[in-house]
């Protein structure tokens, strides 16, 4: 994807954000070996201002952007907006309701992404090192949702302290170590549910719940029983 004469690449799941102050002219190319899907959303100043409080240099420090006309930032895109992207892709709603849901889905991608990049600003008082080994410390846990590792032996895996990794993990991403891992399991299985890729005792066991567990800890997240979704 060649912008301002420099190329970028983008491999999915990826999250890619750009902000263009002048007319700007990209050209993409697609290297696939299977069906590519992907949702692109664009929205004017006057709209990011309005729905955001954003203002562009606002946006553009988000996205940790230099001077000048073009801010871009990519990154790996969490689960949660790969759930709301595939929301959006399949619309399970009639027709005459298509619009209202997918505006109301593309608020809520919008406000992910830009969580992210709130995120992406939290770690300005960490080391380089620091954050890259969160980083690590994050992707293991993503990886071993099921049975994550506890908090000695991720500190081990990736380097650091214990008290380093509690600290640090809250600090670069608004949650507790274990927070973070209930959360990114109730919104996976959350995505394997709307899916319809699994049963209810399928997905509460490849996101490492007991069936009794997770019908609770789904409900007090989402307000529904894991099997209202399901249907």
Known sequence: MPARGAPRSVNGPSLHQSLCRESLQLEHEFGLSGALRFVSLRSSFEELASSCGLDPDQLAHRLGAVAGPYAEQNRRAEPAMLAVGRQMLECPVPDSLRSLYLSGKAMELAALALAGSVEAQAGAGLSRVDCDRLQQARERLL?????????????????????????????????????????????????????????????????????????????????????????
């Open 143 to 231: 990886a071993n949702l099921q049975s994550p590792p506890t908090l000695p032996e991720l500190a081990q895996a990736v380097g650091i302290n214990v008290n380093k990794l509690t600290l640090g993990f809250r600090r670069l991403f608004g949650q507790s170590v274990y927070g973070y891992v209930r959360e990114q399991r109730l919104q996976r299985a959350h995505a394997l549910l709307a899916a319809g890729v699994m049963s209810v005792s399928e997905a509460a066991y490849a996101c490492g719940y007991t069936d009794s567990h997770f019908t609770k800890a789904f409900r007090r997240r989402y307000g529904i029983a894991p099997s209202e979704l399901r249907r």
